[in-house]
Nanobody, 125 residues
Framework: QVQLRESGGGSVQAGDSLRISCVAS????????MGWFRQAPGKEREGVAR????????VYASSVKDRFTISHDNAKNTLYLQMNSLKPEDSARYYC??????????????????WGQGTQVTVSS
């Protein structure tokens, strides 16, 4: 089992930057991929970014590419999402996720087994 806890969300203005974090504990070696998802009220959960923790390979949703950066500190078992040039449409609850054991996860939530409780990000215009 892997436990995930997000932090760092908040309310910002359009154009601002924000970094959210996720600390993993438990059997962290079992997840080869870590990802960030978001879900706005009335919408489906959307994959934002994924990192392959052994090699550092990343994948981004087109809506955040060139604005968001996912990174992982192996020593601290911490996942980050640096969000720049935030837009009101980025407002959502952001979730950290751990990939299914042995699977190189994509941006599909079905490839993830572990989820945090989420942290709220609100961007006002």
């Amino acid at each position: 089992q892997v436990q995930l806890r997000e932090s760092g969300g908040g309310s910002v203005q359009a154009g601002d930057s924000l970094r959210i974090s996720c600390v993993a504990s438990g059997d962290t070696y079992s997840s080869l991929s870590m990802g960030w998802f978001r879900q706005a009220p009335g919408k489906e959960r959307e994959g934002v970014a994924r990192i392959y923790t052994p090699g550092g390979g990343t994948v981004y949703a087109s809506s955040v590419k060139d604005r968001f950066t996912i990174s992982h500190d192996n020593a601290k078992n911490t996942l980050y999402l640096q969000m720049n040039s935030l837009k009101p449409e980025d407002s959502a609850r952001y979730y950290c996720a751990g990939g299914r054991p042995g699977v190189i996860a994509s941006l599909s939530p079905t490839t993830y087994a572990y989820w945090g409780q989420g942290t709220q990000v609100t961007v006002s215009s």
